[in-house]
Structures are given as C-alpha cells and as structure tokens.
C-alpha cells in the first residue's frame, strides 16, 4: 500500500494562512540562464543561416539527418494515409471535436469578428475594418508525447477566422535523441521517433497547409524570421518545453504570438455535494501534466476534504503517471478550508486560475461573483478534461494569474483590426479647429497646418478631385 498523499491542509481561519497561502502561490519566475544563452544562440544562428542551421539543430537534438529541409516536410497525401490508418473511434472523436471546437469558434467571429461603419452628423465615416492573418505557425509539441488536441485548438480557430496558410511544426525526435534546446515537448509517453498518425489525421481535419517535423527554438526562429524553404508567419502559437518559450518571448516583435504559458493549474470550489472521488480526479487530471502543475481545492466543509484526501490516497496507485502526481500534489496542491463559498471565490479571484470547476449544486449562485479564470466549468458533472478535448471552447488559457488580465485564444487571435476613417469636407471643417488646438498645445505645428490647411480650401470639385 502507497504512502499517504502529504497535500498541504489550510485554513483560512487560522493565523499564518496568508503567508502560507502565499508561499503555496509562488513559482519562481527566473528562466534558466543556461536555456537563455542556448535558445539565443540557436535563433541567432537560424536568422543567420537559415535552412542549413535549421537542418544541423534537427539532426543534433532530435536524431533526424536530411540533405534539406524540405525533405523535413510531410505531404497531403501522407495526412490522408494518417487519416485512413487510425480506428474509426479515432476518427469519429477527432472529427466530433473538431466540429463542436469549429462551432464555437464560429460564434466568436459572429460577435466580434466583423467590422462596422457609421457615419456622424457632418457625414464622416468611422468605423473598423477586421482582416485575418495571412500566415501563422502552430508549434505542436512531440517526442515525449502526441497532441492531437493543442492542434485543433490552435488550427481551428485560425480556419474559422479565415487566415490564408497555416504552417505547423512538430519534432518527431529518433529515439535516444538528445533533445535538448530542441525538440520534445511536454508529455507522457517515450517516442520512438514515429510520426504521430493521430496528430497528422487532426491536421488533415483541421485544414492545416504545410507541416515540418522540426521543432525547439530553431523551429520557432524559422517561422519568424523565414528560411529558403520555411515561410515567415505573422504569429505563431501552441504550446511547448522551456526552450520553445524561450524563444517564443525572444522572437516577440517579428512576430506575434498567443503567450508565455506556465504549469497547467485548476481550482476546484466545491460544497461537498458532488463525488469525492470525482474531484480527486479532476484534481489529478491537472497533476499528472508535470510536477510543477497546481490543484487546489476550496470547501467550506472539513469533512468533505477529509473525504477527499481519502479519495486521492485510495485513487493514486491506479494511475500509471501517479509519481508525477504526488510530486505536484505534495509540492504545490492544497486543500483549503474556507469560512463560505463566498470566501472561497474571493479567494478563486486573487488567484485568477487557468481552469476553475465550479462543483456545486447551484454553480449559477457562484458564477457571478468570479471575476478572472481562464475557463469556469459550471457544476457536477462538468470536468475540465472535457474543456480539454470536445466541449468546445478553447484550451490554451492564460496561466500564473495572467487570466486577470488576458483571454483564452480564440478567433480574435487570428485578425487584426484596422480602424476606418472617411472624414467630409463638413467634417474637416468640425474636427479641423480641434485637432489645431491640440496639436498647438502639443508644440506639434505640422499637425494643427494639416488640419487648418483644409478649412481655408472652398469646397472641392468631385470632377476635378478625380
């Protein structure tokens, strides 16, 4: 029998719970130098050299030797031998998921991807024209693990918002690789250098143009600054190691991209009513991605977290990646008794956590009164896993606390908007002594001209403007 789970028990009425709590929050910050100086060597030499460095980094770290990179890249027809090889409850799921994550997309483009135009009193046009990218780049991780789930998340959407190509890389590391600086990503099982045939049926799924089997900063330095083979993108997206978010926050500025994501974390408010062994789960389910990720569970009731605890010490030893569990449950988990449910989500909302379950019998009661999450997942039967797969909505969040102030990646990633502006020569001659005014007060002579040049003209000839 497995030893007891040791899962730090607060109380937000005993003394020295605000220190506690506050230690239990903190994650260092600090990127390894060691990563830094790596990953700004290896951009700096794919900026440099482009395919030739991208080609030496893949055959270094991920174990994969090619003349070229475009022997690297795989071909439709390759896609649909993927999408004819899984079983056909891997196509049935992957193809459900993708159409449900598609139809929530298409929601977000129906309320805030389209422009608008008005006109003012005087005639003048206003208004916002909203245009998608033309190209983004998708990183997939792969070596420990296949993510067929982060490439519909990332791939669908950018179809929805109607980006012109999208380029996904993914490492596809020989075995015994090194990975290091490079390929890999975060994930589960070892890879035998195979290509993943779940990952490349999810990308003939979701439309996805062109793929590379690189990955690490060189691909991410590819994607941004282009080689002869690899097209620049506009943003590029999707998860991975620390390398890859090394290089995503270095690249920042040629290109866009979605964030810099920490551990996975999810909150869990409960009031006791739902299984005890379902939380435990949930719980885990956020545990078992590496042990840095957090689980933390508010009640008002001890005796539901004592029950819970049961649960956890009874359920672990069923799980194959329980080593990883225990380190993050025992490392950064908490159970926390709260004084009410009303504490608990004062609490949720300081915390401003990637993934918050509401397991409750009225989540309707608490809804309102959370302000900052990356996801709320409302009552009993609601798991997170599900957000992570087929709901709908996206999974990539905003983690460590940035849900206060950022958005899940959706639609609005993938457009830009360009403001409109049409002003008529009544227009100009109502808009003209303020902008003088102003810019007058600024010191800024040219602009107040510009707009005063244009109230001394008598009205313009439309012939003659043409």
């Not at 990218?133 to 982060?150: C, E, N």
């Not at 798991?383 to 899940?408: K, M, Q």
């Not at 602009?447 to 005063?452: F, I, K, L, M, V």
Request: aromatic share 4%.
């Amino acid at each position: 029998m497995s030893a007891p789970v040791r899962i730090a028990r607060l109380d937000t009425a005993t003394a020295g719970f605000e220190a506690r709590f506050q230690q239990l929050l903190h994650l260092s910050a600090d990127t390894d130098a060691a990563i830094e100086q790596a990953v700004g060597d290896i951009v700096t030499d794919v900026r440099r050299r482009g395919d030739a460095a991208v080609l030496e980094y893949t055959a270094r770290f991920d174990g994969l030797q090619a003349d070229t990179v475009a022997a690297l890249e795989i071909t439709r027809s390759e896609l649909h031998e993927a999408l004819a090889s899984i079983t056909s409850a891997q196509r049935v799921a992957l193809e459900t998921a993708a159409a449900r994550i598609r139809a929530y997309h298409e929601r977000q483009l129906e309320a805030c991807g389209r422009g608008f135009t008005y006109r003012d009193a005087d005639g003048t046009l206003l208004g916002q024209k909203v245009t998608p990218l033309d190209r983004v780049g998708i990183y997939v991780p792969g070596g420990k693990a296949a993510y067929p789930s982060s490439l519909l998340m990332n791939a669908v959407p950018a179809q929805v918002a109607g980006v012109g190509e999208i380029i996904m890389v993914a490492p596809t590391p020989v075995a015994g690789s090194v990975a290091t600086g490079g390929g890999g990503g975060a994930g589960a099982a070892a890879s035998r250098g195979e290509r993943s045939a779940l990952v490349l049926a999810a990308a003939a799924i979701a439309g996805v143009d062109r793929i590379f089997t690189i990955g690490g900063a060189q691909a991410v330095a590819a994607l941004a600054y282009g080689t002869a083979t690899i097209p620049r993108v506009d943003k590029l997206t999707g998860p991975g190691n620390a390398y890859v978010a090394s290089a995503k926050r270095r690249v920042f500025g040629q290109v866009g991209i979605d964030m810099i994501a920490g551990p996975s974390e999810i909150l869990v408010l409960a009031d006791g009513s739902t299984s005890a062994d379902w939380v435990a789960m949930d719980l885990f389910s956020q545990a078992e991605h590496d042990e840095l990720a957090q689980s933390i569970l508010l009640c008002p009731d001890a005796a539901y977290l004592d029950e819970v605890q049961r649960a956890i010490d009874r359920l672990l030893p069923t799980l194959p990646r329980r080593k990883v569990i225990r380190a993050s449950l025992e490392g950064r988990g908490a159970l926390v008794r709260t004084r009410s449910l009303e504490e608990a989500c004062e609490i949720s909302n300081r915390i401003a956590p990637e993934h918050l379950e509401i397991s409750s019998r009225e989540p309707q009661r608490w809804e309102p009164l959370l302000r900052h999450a990356g996801a709320i997942f409302l009552g009993a039967f609601t798991s997170e896993s599900l957000g992570d797969y087929c709901a709908g909505p996206n999974h990539v969040l905003p983690t460590s606390g940035t849900a206060r102030f950022s958005s899940p990646l959706g639609v609005y990633d993938f457009q830009k908007r360009s403001s409109l502006i049409e002003v008529s020569e009544a227009g100009a001659r109502v808009l003209g002594p303020i902008a003088s005014e102003l810019a007058h007060g600024e010191g800024l002579q040219a602009h107040a001209r510009a707009a005063e040049l244009r109230l001394a003209v008598p009205a313009l000839d439309p012939a003659s403007a043409r």
